[in-house]
């Protein structure tokens, strides 16, 4: 990805070219004359078929359908096909097309498909390759070094997994991933096995102890992410394409139940995130299309949700095979959509905020609704944020995909103390309760290959680090011990650089083909308040 500078705006505003187009798009969309009908799919072909498939199920970018275009009016598709898409990979294609052609794309992307494939449950387990039977393999690993503290680094340049020894930092293996892996790597609760992700829908375990593939399923056809429950029994897979979620067993990948995402009032839904909540023994799972936040509870005491269906996870994982009810959503109603969110300490409360909204919500999930707003404009990416201790009290900081700002909330009183001001607007952000310090990058700003690091007892940048001057940087990781850091140049022939936490001396670099997330193994397995979740 080319990251694209985007001009920092007034909290809340929506781009003025966006608004001027957008306007100039509902214009055109009914005055303009029509291209010939068979001009859409070959302009379809020619711009957009390689990041979204050639049958607009999605690849890269999402599946672009009526049913997954929800939220998004015709006039702003065809802003969004003129000018781009902040904070995605999406380019603007205004140079390269006339208006007449890009009304034509957005109109055929409100085409429904003649056919869109179906994605049940026995499409998924027919997918389902199982490489090596987890019951024959050994208790011990193959290498010896901290098994704590290795990382999985994803590299989309070339769509390989690089396996990489914290302590000596160097690779112990490569191995091809599937298409587009996307969102952080999850780990079974003793770091043995790591479930990755790829955005055309594929699950794959491997095996950290023997570096090999276990298993692979394909669990939708465009996914969002997924979640492995803290006990390490099951996975939940969020789907934007078929409107799913889906569970599986962790320890093959079975399928174990295929959960329409439908509202109380019938619509059904994309999933934005489905992420783990271990004190509840619940996924808790937003919605792109629906007001509601899920809680799908797991534990096998769970009583009144499971609806009496008696689960018997010993006796083996077939009988949860089917549409039966293993896992029931309990529903909270919500006044805005969530594209993203993030957990306090208690895993009580929710901090959401959907990407065009200007205010962030808290949802308390014991009592069921809606308890503050944040004030959190400029799409705030809550995922990537951080919880820090200063003074005894518990702040959260996030980056904004659109502002040059890192928020710090109070996390009691649910207001901003402050914004930092940086060189951009970031993705991603990093702590550890080992260093004062937080790493956030501002790829998405015009200074993409600075990194800034803030002294969190301060709220001040101390730092700006530009390891790979012009060159697209991002995507902090401290190692278990809070002691080094790794950093991704991510570029097509890009490096993973290795900084000391303490001094950011570089200590090391690594090539590698585009590497964007890494992600070790300690930090993960203990939730660390300084990583994602
Ligand atoms: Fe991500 C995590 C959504 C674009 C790289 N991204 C996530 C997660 C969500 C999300 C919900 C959390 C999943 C998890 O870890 O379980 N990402 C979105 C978007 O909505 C957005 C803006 C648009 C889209 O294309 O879907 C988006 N993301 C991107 C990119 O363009 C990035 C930079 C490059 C890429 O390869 O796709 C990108 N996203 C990442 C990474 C994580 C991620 C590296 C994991 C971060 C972590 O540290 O845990």
């Known amino acids: 990805m080319k990251a694209r500078f985007i001009a920092p705006q007034a909290p809340g505003a929506a781009h003025p070219n966006r608004l001027a187009f957008a306007f100039a798009a509902l214009l055109l969309l009914t005055a303009a004359p029509v291209l010939a009908a068979e001009d859409a799919p070959r302009l379809y072909t020619e711009h957009c078929a390689a990041c979204h498939g050639a049958?607009?199920?999605?690849?890269?970018?999402?599946?672009?359908?009526?049913?997954?275009?929800?939220?998004?009016?015709?006039?702003?598709?065809?802003?969004?096909?003129?000018?781009?898409?902040?904070?995605?990979?999406?380019?603007?294609?205004?140079?390269?097309?006339?208006?007449e052609q890009i009304k034509a794309l957005a109109e055929y992307v409100y085409t429904p498909l003649p056919n869109v494939p179906k994605w049940g449950m026995e499409e998924i387990a027919a997918s389902r390759i199982v490489k090596v039977d987890p019951a024959t393999l050994p208790?011990?690993?193959?290498?010896?070094?901290?098994?704590?503290?290795?990382?999985?680094?994803?590299?989309?340049?070339?769509?390989?997994?690089?396996?990489?020894?914290?302590?000596?930092?160097?690779?112990?293996?490569?191995?091809?991933?599937?298409?587009?892996l996307h969102g952080g790597a999850k780990y079974s609760p003793d770091g043995r096995f790591v479930y990755l992700a790829s955005r055309d829908g594929w699950i794959t375990k491997y095996d950290l102890y023997t570096l090999q593939i276990v298993a692979e399923i394909r669990a939708g056809v465009n996914t969002r992410n997924v979640a492995v429950s803290h006990d390490g029994r099951f996975l939940m897979v969020g789907n934007m394409l078929p409107h799913t979620l889906v569970a599986l067993d962790a320890r093959d990948l079975t399928p174990m139940q295929v959960i329409p995402v439908v509202g109380d009032k019938g619509a059904t839904s994309r999933v934005s995130a489905v992420y783990t909540a271990p004190p509840r023994g619940s996924f808790i799972v937003a919605l792109k299309d629906i007001k509601e936040l899920w809680e799908i509870p797991y534990a096998d005491d769970a009583g009144p949700v499971l609806n009496g269906f008696v689960h018997s996870y010993e006796k083996g994982h077939e009988e949860g095979i089917g549409t039966g009810g293993r896992f029931q959503a309990l529903r909270i109603q919500i006044p805005d959509y969530?594209?993203?969110?993030?957990?306090?300490?208690?895993?009580?409360?929710?901090?959401?905020?959907s990407r065009d909204g200007t205010k962030g919500l808290v949802v308390d999930l014991d009592i069921k609704r809606k308890v503050a707003e944040i004030?959190?404009?400029?799409?705030?990416?809550?995922?990537?944020?951080?919880?820090?201790?200063?003074?005894?009290?518990?702040?959260?900081?996030?980056?904004?995909?659109?502002?040059?700002?890192?928020?710090?909330?109070?996390?009691?009183?649910?207001?901003t103390?402050?914004?930092?001001?940086?060189?951009?607007?970031?993705?991603?952000?990093?702590?550890?309760?080992?260093?004062?310090?937080?790493w956030v990058d501002v790829s998405m700003g015009k200074d993409k290959d600075a990194i800034q690091i803030i002294d969190l007892r301060s709220l001040e940048i101390i730092e700006t680090l530009r390891p790979a001057p012009g060159r697209t940087t991002a995507h902090a990781e401290f190692d278990r011990w809070g002691k080094k850091v790794l950093i991704s140049v991510m570029e097509a022939d890009g490096e993973?650089?290795?900084f000391d936490a303490g001094s950011f001396a570089e200590i090391k670099r690594l090539p590698m083909k585009r590497p964007v997330g890494k992600y070790n193994v300690f930090n993960k397995i203990n939730y660390s308040s300084g990583t994602s979740h």
């Open 55 to 99: 049958d607009r199920l999605g690849a890269i970018g999402p599946a672009l359908l009526p049913e997954n275009l929800g939220r998004l009016k015709k006039t702003e598709a065809a802003a969004v096909i003129a000018q781009g898409r902040p904070a995605t990979q999406m380019p603007g294609h205004a140079d390269k097309l006339n208006a």
């Open 139 to 180: 208790s011990e690993p193959l290498w010896r070094t901290d098994p704590l503290n290795i990382f999985t680094v994803v590299e989309t340049g070339d769509h390989h997994v690089t396996i990489l020894d914290g302590d000596a930092m160097k690779p112990l293996d490569r191995f091809q991933s599937r298409f587009a």
């Open 338 to 353: 969530l594209d993203d969110f993030f957990f306090d300490q208690t895993y009580e409360r929710v901090m959401g905020a």
């Open 375 to 415: 004030d959190l404009p400029g799409m705030p990416h809550l995922g990537s944020g951080i919880i820090f201790k200063k003074d005894g009290k518990d702040y959260m900081a996030t980056p904004h995909l659109k502002e040059a700002v890192i928020s710090v909330i109070d996390m009691k009183s649910w207001s």
């Open 417 to 438: 103390v402050k914004r930092i001001p940086t060189l951009g607007p970031g993705f991603f952000m990093r702590g550890h309760e080992n260093s004062p310090y937080a």
């Open 496 to 498: 993973l650089i290795v």
